[in-house]
């Protein structure tokens, strides 16, 4: 089975329009990689990847196709729509890897050799966003940056305690409306000590209680307050 690295770094090399390398490179982030899945709204991965929601459709649609995804939607025809999506990794990581190999022949191609045109060797066309080569490195770094930090962090720290914190907790049991406002208010996952005041951690703890079902009262209060302990996070206010 592929590692988490291995199947990032097949994405990358892969040739695929940039959006949906961009989209793909988020799902990944986003899912449980035990059971290679995770409910998600369009429109927050449209928000993170900073693409239209239409673009996110087709690069979903051009996934799917591929048969790197499978997705199903609970409601139609709304932004918050959750999504859930299952990523077939083995198909992601071989596919991805015979597109390489197939571009390394393609460079390896001496001058003298039948001029092969530059459009076959170089297949990779910007989608009707045109996304410019700055807006897709500064997006990919931006998603790699953030798969080694807050997020992964939360996520090895609250699955020690047995949250998966890829979707809310008990989504599968979530009335469609329930879970369309859960996945909206889906906390950010950044440290404590980055949010400039009090108030703020406050409100990030709260979605947090909130997405991890944490019982309405003491319960609130407690992990609000073993949280904060935790991280050894202060403000000034």
Known sequence: MATEYEL??????????????????????????????????????????????????????????????????????????????????????????????????????????????????????????????????NNINNINNNMDDDYQHYKIYYAKMGFNICEPIDADKLRPQVLEYRLSQEPTWKRLNKFTSYSQAKDELLKRAQWLNIPLGREHIRFIKSEIESEGATWKD
Request: aromatic share 4%; charged share 20%.
């Open 8 to 137: 990032r770094h097949a994405v990358m090399q892969a040739e695929i329009k940039p959006t949906v390398k961009v989209v793909m490179l988020t799902i990944l982030m986003k899912i449980d990689w035990h059971t290679w899945t995770s409910t998600i709204t369009l429109k927050s991965i449209a928000d993170y990847c900073k693409v239209s929601y239409r673009s996110v459709i087709r690069a979903l649609d051009e996934l799917e196709e591929l048969d790197w995804i499978e997705k199903s939607t609970i409601r139609v025809k709304a932004k918050n729509t959750p999504t859930k999506i299952t990523v077939h990794h083995l198909h992601v990581f071989h596919s991805a890897n015979l597109s390489h190999d197939k571009m390394s022949q393609c460079q390896n191609v001496t001058r003298g050799s039948a001029k092969m045109s530059h459009t076959m060797c170089q297949n990779v066309s910007m989608d009707s966003d045109k996304l410019s080569h700055n807006t897709l490195i």
